[in-house]
T-cell receptor
Framework: QQQVKQSPQSLIVQKGGISIINCAYE??????FPWYQQFPGKGPALLIA???DVSEKKEGRFTISFNKSAKQFSLHIMDSQPGDSATYFC??????????WGAGTKLIIKP | DAGITQSPRHKVTETGTPVTLRCHQT?????MYWYRQDPGHGLRLIHY???????DKGEVSDGYSVSRSKTEDFLLTLESATSSQTSVYFC???????????FGQGTRLTVV
């Protein structure tokens, strides 16, 4: 019930392509779904977040798609660049202080 | 990094010894968190604090204790370190529930 399942574990995309990372959850009480980006040797940093009252949120090249009925949400990175190479984490919380994190996706953008 | 400093950045310690990790913030954020990060597990919450002297357990709190005597400092103590506590530890802060979390640079702890 508390898990957030993230896939794939790793992803290689050509420069200019679309990177897609998926997450699924079970707990319907979750009401906040952020995505974090982490570079080696650094702490995670918030990339974009969505609440379940909207189906899509876009910030620049980054878009979250949210499917409430399927209990899934995904991150799309358009026109992927080598600088986007990082580990991406989805997470979810239910109005408290505890973020439940996915296992992470290591994204490599090939020039 | 939103003024969050963790110390030490790296530590090697022996099994059975006590270890204290420090998190210091200059943002005056009310909420502070300690996470551990392990391959294949993402980040897991150890303990969090919602104010001075107010703390609560996260999902992996066994073997860990915390203290927060000032708004800016949040200490994580491993009472008797074990090899299973070898990990990268991150401190984070937020201004409230369901808000952006700001992370420190992490502490890599190795228990031998």
């Amino acid at each position: 019930q508390q898990q957030v399942k993230q896939s794939p574990q790793s992803l290689i995309v050509q420069k200019g392509g679309i990177s897609i990372i998926n997450c699924a959850y079970e707990n319907t009480a979750f009401d906040y779904f952020p995505w974090y980006q982490q570079f080696p040797g650094k702490g995670p940093a918030l990339l974009i977040a969505i609440r379940p009252d909207v189906s899509e949120k876009k910030e620049g090249r980054f878009t979250i798609s949210f499917n409430k009925s399927a209990k899934q949400f995904s991150l799309h990175i358009m026109d992927s660049q080598p600088g986007d190479s990082a580990t991406y984490f989805c997470a979810a919380s239910r109005g408290n202080y505890q973020l439940i994190w996915g296992a992470g996706t290591k994204l490599i953008i090939k020039p | 990094d939103a003024g969050i400093t963790q110390s030490p950045r790296h530590k090697v310690t022996e099994t059975g010894t006590p270890v204290t990790l420090r998190c210091h913030q200059t943002e005056n954020h009310r909420y502070m968190y300690w996470y551990r990060q392990d391959p294949g597990h993402g980040l897991r919450l150890i303990h969090y604090s919602y104010g001075v002297k107010d703390t609560d357990k996260g999902e992996v709190s066994d073997g860990y204790s915390v203290s927060r005597s000032k708004t800016e400092d949040f200490l994580l103590t491993l009472e008797s370190a074990t090899s299973s506590q070898t990990s990268v530890y991150f401190c984070a802060t937020t201004t409230g529930q369901n808000t952006e979390a700001f992370f420190g640079q992490g502490t890599r702890l190795t228990v031998v």
